[in-house]
Nanobody
Framework: QVQLVESGGGLVQAGGSLKLSCATS????????MGWFRQAPGKEREFVAG????????KYADFVKGRFTISRDNAKNTGYLQMNSLKPEDTAVYYC???????????????WGQGTQVTVSS
């Protein structure tokens, strides 16, 4: 059974940084694109960032461009989301997801993690 486990969430002040990790049990991880999504209370889950299988293509939501960086280490079957200059409106549960081959901003991913809470105080 495939598992994705997020870590690195927590409480941080506005302007601070956090780095989220997504450890996967996918044996052919290098065949999968990864995405990060977030969901705030009362809101729909939204796309944050995505990366293709090799790391050569990345996509970002406009609201995180220049602040967040997505990356991956295929040798460790792990993806990352570096979040800088955090704002209170970034507060949400952050989810990682994986899908075969191509990256997409849609929620059409095959596997999802359980999420990690990120809270940004003002």
């Amino acid at each position: 059974q495939v598992q994705l486990v997020e870590s690195g969430g927590g409480l941080v002040q506005a302007g601070g940084s956090l780095k989220l990790s997504c450890a996967t049990s996918i044996r052919t991880f290098s065949n999968y694109a990864m995405g990060w999504f977030r969901q705030a209370p009362g809101k729909e889950r939204e796309f944050v960032a995505g990366i293709n299988w090799s790391g050569s293509i990345t996509k970002y939501a406009d609201f995180v461009k220049g602040r967040f960086t997505i990356s991956r280490d295929n040798a460790k079957n792990t993806g990352y989301l570096q979040m800088n200059s955090l704002k209170p409106e970034d507060t949400a549960v952050y989810y990682c997801a994986a899908r075969r081959l191509t990256v997409t901003i849609q929620r059409d991913y095959d596997y999802w993690g359980q999420g990690t809470q990120v809270t940004v105080s003002s």
